[in-house]
């Protein structure tokens, strides 16, 4: 829509209408949150599914998540994702559940890699 027919909508339609862009705006910005999400698991070996069922037992099948998660690249390909910035996106659209598990799975992983590595100089 140009300008011109812009201003020939009455103020009720073009309310209406900045509405509408707001909230596909909100919503593009919510899927590159997610894609964030999907490519931040992929670059750290965590699946990203199970994390969200995880926080979001209600959800099971959430088609944005498995659009996000196909439009991931391998790690290799992926830039680094800081996970201080996966965080600060999650809170941003109030995903503090999310960043919960996040935060829980990764001192879990933390923990094991200690674990082994302490294992491992023991045998030595």
């Given amino acids: 829509m140009d300008d011109y027919d812009y201003d020939n909508l009455t103020s009720k339609e073009q309310q209406k209408l900045r509405e ?6 909100y919503r593009q910005d919510e899927d590159m949150m997610i894609l964030v999400f999907a490519q931040w698991c992929v670059n750290r070996g965590f699946d990203a599914k199970e994390l969200y069922q995880t926080a979001y037992p209600d959800q099971v099948d959430n088609p944005r998540l498995q659009q996000g998660i196909n439009l991931t690249v391998p790690k290799e ?3 680094d994702i800081p996970d201080d910035t996966l965080f600060g996106v999650l809170s941003m659209y109030g995903n503090e559940d999310l960043a919960l598990v996040i935060s829980e799975a990764i001192d879990t992983r933390a923990a094991t890699e200690r674990r082994l590595a302490s294992q491992e100089g023991e045998e030595e």
């Fill in 20 to 25: 509408e862009q707001i909230v596909q705006s």
């Fill in 77 to 79: 390909e992926a830039g």
